[in-house]
């Protein structure tokens, strides 16, 4: 019956309509709608977060975005595709988290298996309007009203999952984001305004932790880190940091344009990318480089 519970929500959940990402309303995150915004925009998530120097600034620094973004809590969780789920990050209170893993509720919880079945991102009224207009009673049913009763109870109204695939291809990874005591209405109405930049908060946080934080998010079996020798990246930080051509930072570093073009031929190859520009941006995003 649990199958079949699941593969309705699913089938509710499809017919509802899925609001357009839309471009966040704070100019510190957004100036303009254009792709070229966004990329510049992207490319700031993961220099921010890969300068973080330990696991507690970075978690810091993913609370203080989301805060600037009107979200006063939330929760980080990376499984792996044998269903380990390595320490995640959460906010949310420790009384009401206990009690969510001492009652089972996760086993039970449509809401999750959802977001962590690529259904795309979904709000939690959204299934609590369908378990509400259930016209039958399942365990699952039963179990996912008391979820609601919890959560209500620490002044949850609702929260905004946003599941993605983990970018090493092992599992998934799934942002959630709430406030409290604030009515379903408003919470929307905040998420909507901010779609985007909380997806791609959700792609920053993936990548750059699991690269620089390995032990907070990743399963023994899982691959780590991209092995790139100094030399390349010492160059191509230069290049992120300072307005040089490749000439004049092989000046700076006292190497020939030959050596030079082998070094970012290397980093390229490593990183999987086609231009410097390129190399750069995901050298940033594996937290490799600083690019201040």
């Not at 509802?16 to 100036?31: A, C, I, L, M, W």
């Not at 959630?176 to 985007?196: G, H, L, M, Q």
């Not at 006292?254 to 070094?263: E, G, L, N, V, Y």
Request: hydrophobic share 40%; charged share 25%.
């Amino acid at each position: 019956m649990k199958n079949k519970t699941l593969s309705d929500v699913y089938s509710y959940c499809s017919g509802q309509q899925r609001g357009k990402h839309s471009v966040p309303s704070r100019e510190d995150f957004f100036g303009d709608a254009t792709s070229v915004s966004r990329s510049v925009f992207k490319i700031r998530f993961y220099k921010a977060l890969s300068i973080s120097r330990n696991f507690d600034e970075f978690s810091t620094k993913i609370k203080k975005i989301l805060e600037d973004l009107g979200f006063g809590e939330y929760a980080f969780t990376r499984t792996s595709v044998t269903g380990e789920i390595p320490r995640p990050i959460i906010t949310m209170p420790d009384a009401m988290n206990d009690i969510y893993f001492r009652e089972g509720f996760y086993e039970h919880d449509l809401t999750l298996q959802c977001a962590m079945s690529d259904n795309g991102p979904i709000f939690h009224s959204v299934i609590e309007e369908y378990v509400n207009k259930a016209s039958f009673v399942t365990d699952a049913i039963k179990q996912n009203r008391e979820i609601f009763k919890l959560l209500k109870s620490f002044g949850y109204i609702d929260f905004y999952f946003i599941p993605l695939g983990a970018h090493n291809g092992n599992g998934r990874v799934l942002l959630s984001v709430a406030t409290r005591d604030e009515s379903a209405v408003n919470f929307r109405t905040r998420v909507e305004n901010c779609k985007e930049t909380l997806h791609l908060l959700a792609e920053a946080i993936d990548y750059v932790g699991t690269r620089k934080f390995p032990n907070f998010f990743l399963c023994e079996s899982d691959n780590k880190d991209i092995i790139i020798t100094p030399k390349p990246l010492i160059l191509l930080n230069i290049l992120a940091q300072e307005d040089l051509t490749l000439r004049q930072t092989a000046n700076k570093l006292c190497i020939s344009i030959h050596t030079a073009d082998k070094h970012i031929s290397a980093v390229k190859k490593a990183l999987g990318a086609h231009t410097i520009h390129g190399a750069i941006y995901k050298a940033i995003k594996a937290g490799l480089i600083d690019g201040k």
